[in-house]
């Protein structure tokens, strides 16, 4: 029955992406374009904003996502699958094991040129609290950190503790890149 419903979620997810990478705008702001062995660092809430602008506003490659290993995050991973993208999965709850295979992974990946995305206050909050692992990934992985701050015209806030935005159809993304040193500012 788990199968069924995460499939489910999966195929609905991905019929709401498909609507909302045919009608939303994406413009980035202060770009360079360089996304080549960086950090990407925004809010939780934001989780679903920053796949959505990369994959319509062409950012290639799309960065990885870092995500947990459960059922929401096989949700949301298979999800970005679909529309081209990848990721990590950490275990949780992590083992010490498990996180440093993970990590090495990560870093090597960065070291080599790729792109991650890093919620700094997720995956389970408090809100808008940063956690050191976003700035801690970069300064191992001797990565820039690129701060991304999104401004969404029409959507929906879902009640929960991150305040998560939904974009509508037809929304408007602007997004607002800054390269930063360590944690962005966000301690």
Known sequence: MIGLWRSAQCRLLI????????????TFRDASRDWSGAVWICWHEYGLVV??????GGVDPLPRLIGRR???GDVIRRAYEWFGGSGFQIAYPPSRASGAATSREIIDFIRGGGTCVVTADG????YRIAKPGAAR???RANARSI?????????LRLPRWDAFVVPLPWAKIAVE???CGGSCGWD
């Not at 796949?51 to 319509?56: F, R």
């Not at 995956?123 to 408090?126: L, V």
């Open 15 to 26: 019929t709401y992406g498909r609507l909302l990478t045919r009608t939303v705008r994406v």
């Open 51 to 56: 796949l959505l602008a990369s994959v319509v």
């Open 137 to 139: 990934l970069a300064a």
């Open 70 to 72: 459960d059922v929401r």
């Open 177 to 179: 890149v800054s390269e």
């Open 123 to 126: 995956p389970g909050g408090p």
């Open 147 to 155: 701060r991304l701050s999104f401004n969404v015209r029409y959507k």
